[in-house]
């Protein structure tokens, strides 16, 4: 069998969209660089707690629905935050994507506060 999720990464992924839980699965194995999901489904209070640490600026975060989820690259072993890992990890969500047929959103992808770790159901298909 192939690279998977850890139990660690399954367990923060409770409460995301079936959709997403598939995509990160699949892109797991596809990708290049191995990931651990950091985070899935937040509360208002997680959210609002990351707004005051000035690591989000929105009340409106696709976390809060659980139709976003942050990874974080793992290279042996440790967690890696080096940007080109990030595009590697994204491009084996996308072919995901496509394969399973999933509009998404890569942070890394945004023209202003580029977040390599985060990945979200395209809004205008997953509302």
């Given at each position: 069998?192939?690279?998977?999720?850890?139990?660690?990464?399954?367990?923060?992924?409770?409460?995301?969209?079936?959709?997403?839980?598939?995509?990160?699965?699949e892109a797991v194995a596809l990708s290049p660089v191995d990931f651990m999901i950091t985070e899935g489904l937040r509360t208002r209070e997680r959210q609002r707690a990351l707004i005051r640490a000035g690591a989000s600026r929105t009340k409106h975060s696709r976390h809060l629905t659980g139709h976003a989820i942050d990874v974080a690259a793992m290279v042996d072993g440790q967690v890696r935050w080096d940007w080109p890992l990030y595009p590697r990890i994204a491009a084996a969500f996308k072919a995901a994507a496509v394969r399973q047929g999933t509009a998404i959103v890569w942070g890394g992808d945004w023209p202003t506060l580029r977040d390599g770790p985060h990945f979200e159901l395209d809004r205008a298909v997953f509302p």
């Open positions: 069998m192939g690279v998977r999720l850890s139990e660690r990464s399954m367990k923060r992924l409770v409460g995301v969209h079936p959709r997403l839980v598939a995509l990160a699965r």
